[in-house]
């Protein structure tokens, strides 16, 4: 068991409860295959994530982080997802400075219609994440110090 | 102030003299090398000589760092040319400036341009630190009162010699906010400015609107204006100066003659296009000194040819300058001033 | 406010490379609402170190916490022991903030982890411009609200140079030319008058030229710190 989960690939995917979310949930109905690396976390609004938690997520120990929002122009709040985009792009900046892949985080838009694009992106994120090979992190934290460290 | 035994003149310099006796004045202009080769100097300075009364020496032009203004004008000094030295406010504060200005009248040179400098950010030296303690109204100011109330900028008198400079300023009729621009010309007038040399004009309609307000304001009779002129190269620089400087009005009509120059001459032959546009630019030149000339209050030119040095004895000849007024020499000055 | 921006990352790492307990301090004023040194930087600056440090394979222990002004004793005393228990202390308060920390505990290494840049103003979101160079002399009186010794590339008081063009300084095409806002505001209010006279050159003793300065209200001083 607990080799199993230091094999595994981690993948957090922080999606927008309006579009990404519903996408993702469309995408189970249809019973589209998406890569079970994917662990999801719903957020109101991508506009709601902080680079801190990203941060975190990563130095924990995840692979990659996805952010996933509506399409932009369609934000439920406005420009939620705009904002977004511009956090992770200096995250992006963050991450190359510390010496990480930038390519571990990305940023996605689509629909909540679109369960096909879900699965998709889904495949294509844990495709590059596994080419660019386990996060250093992974080995270096014990799920539970994480936990611990971060109340 | 008591007039010293200056001959009723500020300075003496040739400059001053020409000016005062209504002649049309031309001065050049001289930059220095990014060296220490004097001989540089003394070949440019026979270029100009006997084609301008005075040459301006520039102080670290665009921020680039350059031999002295002073260095080079005491060298062009001996060469018999008269130099205008430049001083900006970028480089030194008042402490330096005024020893400078100490230094360069002991080395016998008569005029000073006040400027304020360009930024340092145009330069090779980018990351250095400015100083602009004065602006280049209180550099005149300061200079003025060195010589006639032979003091210092803090009020403490000078001992001995007191440096008589004719002091001049630039003016700049096409900077913005352009209603503004013959009020601070003005401060420099009341700042005690003896000439002025104005930016590269071009566009003559624009300047005589300008110079309409700068005679209502009373200016032209309380200072010499030379109109500043600049040969144009190509149309690659005509063009370049209409859009890219700061500060500059070039008409499309000058673009379109430079242009026009080389009609006719095979694209191949770069050297007859190179002689025509030179040729059509020094033409230009010749036909703006004309125009400026008929301006009321322009009481003459101040011909920039940086690293075309050549070229002014052209220009200053097509516009019927030559030969420049010879003077007669000074009467010396009083012995018992000259031992003080 | 003061404005400052984070250095980068490589230079902060060299700074506290030779240390094993980091505390980054961050500052709940001036840095936090410029978004460099507030509690949200500081966690990004913390977690940064200790994720770059261990893929340098030398990780370090990186904490940090949030006072809320750097600046005064009174809210620094109360991280004596955090500080204590650091082998470095690298402050995301501004240069004051540092110092202050510096001169409260003396043991203490502190190194900046900002460049503090200017006094100035959000002017939009994500926007910050400088407006102050705190001269020790205020002329905004004369100039109509709007600072020349600031926003002026040559600071000039008799302004503006011939590189004013369109409203925008000859420096950079982004900045507004100062005299030319000056100029527009005073003509707008029909006090142009107030730059028509030469404006004197400046006592620049009163700015950083003279020295350190230092402000001495004896009616704000304390009985007992008087006699000592
Ligand atoms: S004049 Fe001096 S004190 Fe006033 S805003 Fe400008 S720099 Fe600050
Ligand atoms: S363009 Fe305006 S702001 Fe820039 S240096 Fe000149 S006067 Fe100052």
Known sequence: MMNDRENAFHIVAYCCHYCAY??????????????????IVELPCTGRIDAREILLTLEHGADGVMIAGCLEGDCHFQDGNINARRRIERLKQTLSEIGMDPGRIEMYNLSSAQ????????????????????SPFRTMVRIEDAVESNP | MTEKNTNGLKS????????????????????????????VIREKAELLKGYCDAANITDNQTAIV??????????????????????????????????????????????????????????????????????????????????????????????????????GAAANPFGDPFEWRPYRLAKKVKAGADFIQTQLIYNTERFAEYMQKVRELGLH????????????????MARY????????????????????????????????????WRQEGISIAVDLIKELRQVEGVAGVHVMAIEWE?????????AGLLPRPELSPLPPSDPKKKAS | MIVAEQKPLEEIKSLIADYQNVLVVGCGTCVTVCFAGGEKEAGILASSLRMATKLDGNTKQVDHLVVQRQCEWEYIDPIKEQVDKADIVLSIGCGIGVQAL??????????????????????????????????????????????????????LLNGPCGGSQNGMCEINPDTPCAWQLIYDKLESQGRLELIMEIFPSKDWSNSRDGGPRKITREDLRLAAEETE
């Open chain 1, 22 to 39: 519903a996408a993702a949930d469309l995408a189970g109905v249809l019973r589209l295959r998406y890569p079970a690396e994917i662990k």
């Open chain 1, 115 to 134: 369960g096909n694009r879900f699965a998709e992106v889904a495949t294509e994120m844990t495709e590059r994440i596994i080419e660019l090979g386990p």
């Open chain 2, 12 to 39: 003496g310099s040739n400059l001053e003299r020409i000016l005062r006796e209504g002649h049309f004045a031309v001065t050049g202009e001289l930059g220095p090398p990014q060296s220490a080769d004097g001989a």
């Open chain 2, 66 to 167: 350059r031999m002295s203004s002073i260095g080079a004008g005491a060298i062009v000094q001996q060469e018999g040319l008269e130099p205008i030295i430049q001083m900006t406010c970028r480089d030194r504060n008042r402490l330096a400036i005024q020893s400078d200005i100490l230094g360069a009248y002991a080395l016998g040179t008569r005029n000073v341009l006040c400027l304020t400098g360009d930024h340092q950010s145009f330069g090779n030296h980018p990351t250095a630190k400015n100083v602009h303690d004065l602006d280049s109204v209180h550099l005149i100011q300061m200079v003025v009162k060195m010589r006639d109330e032979a003091c210092f900028d803090c009020g403490d008198e000078m001992k001995g010699v007191e440096p008589r400079f004719f002091v």
């Open chain 2, 221 to 236: 009779e309380q200072v010499y204006i030379l109109a500043g002129i600049g040969p144009l190269k190509s149309p690659g």
């Open chain 2, 241 to 276: 100066m209409r859009d890219q400087v700061p500060g500059l009005d070039v008409p499309n009509k000058w673009v379109d003659r430079m242009t026009e120059a080389t009609k006719g001459i095979d694209k191949d032959d770069k050297k007859a296009r190179r002689d025509a």
């Open chain 2, 310 to 318: 050549e070229a002014v004895k052209p220009i200053v000849d097509g």
């Open chain 3, 102 to 155: 510096v001169e409260r505990f003396p043991d203490a290494i502190v190194v900046p982890g900002l460049n503090t840049t200017f006094l100035g103003l959000p002017t939009e979101q994500g926007i910050w411009e400088e407006r102050c160079a705190a001269c020790g002399e205020c002329i905004l009186g004369l100039t109509g609200g709007i600072c020349p010794i600031a926003r002026c590339a040559k600071q």
